[in-house]
């Protein structure tokens, strides 16, 4: 039954993925142009754009939570693992499971109080671009939603393990 859901949940998740890596390479490359552009009208030019900070605060913001996702899925992201290698399978099994289902609680925090945030910032523009804040903030359950997906993926993955 679990493997059923994982395979279904894992199927569905290819087209999020790809394009989450479509986003993400964009983001980085419009990010990299744009503090190219600030860096040289600020000190070539000596007359800085405002706009190209803020579109840079804004992609950085985007592009740490939707690559969080492609770091759980590969299990890139930081962690400290010595006392692990010296355990049994059976204690590895059982204290990784402890681990994603603290992660998982932290991502419906994440998910949970990212959309009260929205809902807290409907008015309210940024300075420079004029964006609405909401579209920087939707990033938090969005991001958090797409790491929630995938760790719950490990989670039942390690289930049937």
Request: hydrophobic residues 60%; proline residues 2%; positive net charge.
């Amino acid at each position: 039954m679990i493997k059923k859901i994982v395979e279904f949940i894992d199927f569905r998740l290819e087209l999020v993925r790809k394009l989450t890596s479509i986003m993400v390479i964009y983001s980085f490359g419009i990010l990299v142009l744009a503090v190219f552009i600030q860096v040289v009208w600020r000190f070539i030019f000596n007359n800085p754009f405002s706009w190209t900070e803020e579109l840079a605060r804004i992609l950085q913001v985007w592009l740490v939570l939707l690559t969080s996702s492609i770091c759980i899925r590969k299990g890139s992201h930081l962690s400290i693992d010595y006392a692990i290698h010296a355990l049994p399978f059976k204690y590895k099994k059982v204290l990784k499971l402890i681990v994603m289902l603290f992660i998982l609680f932290y991502l419906l925090i994440l998910i949970i109080y990212g959309s009260r945030l929205i809902m807290i910032t409907l008015n309210q523009t940024t300075a420079a671009l004029r964006v609405p804040i909401y579209v920087v903030y939707l990033a938090f359950p969005i991001g958090g939603f797409l790491m929630f997906l995938e760790s719950l993926l490990i989670f039942l993955k390690l289930m049937i393990a």
